[in-house]
């Protein structure tokens, strides 16, 4: 059965930085482009980044260009978001996301949450002031 789960949250003050891990228990990794979600207390969940099949292509939400990366180890079955010079705004649960395709691009809707078949049970990123 697969299983996403993700490692790697907690407690940083403003301006440091955290890696998500993302272990997958996918029958064949290489097969999914990958995302990272988050939501914000009292918020919906948000696109956050995402990473083709064989990471030849990503896309990020305007608000953590520049500072999140997403990347991936296939050999690992895993999925990683650096997240650097963190704010206040990026506290959230974080969640991985799993898409079946058989392309190593991104859909135009990757964005969107119903483009993944799988997800995981999400990790708390706090961010203090």
């Known amino acids: 059965q697969a299983q996403l789960i993700e490692s790697g949250g907690g407690l940083v003050q403003a301006g440091g930085s955290l890696r998500l891990s993302c272990a997958a228990s996918?029958?064949?990794?290489?097969?999914?482009?990958m995302a990272w979600f988050r939501r914000a207390p009292g918020k919906v969940r948000v696109f956050v980044a995402a990473i083709s099949r064989f990471g030849g292509s990503s896309k990020y939400a305007d608000s953590v260009k520049d500072r999140f990366t997403i990347s991936r180890d296939n050999a690992k079955n895993t999925v990683y978001l650096e997240m650097n010079s963190l704010n206040p705004e990026d506290t959230a649960v974080y969640y991985c996301?799993?898409?079946?395709?058989?392309?190593?691009?991104?859909?135009?809707?990757?964005?969107?949450?119903?483009?993944?078949?799988?997800w995981g049970q999400g990790t708390q990123v706090t961010v203090s002031s």
């Open positions: 996301a799993a898409d079946h395709t058989g392309v190593d691009y991104l859909p135009v809707r990757v964005a969107q949450a119903n483009t993944y078949n799988y």
């Open positions: 996918l029958r064949t990794f290489s097969s999914y482009n």
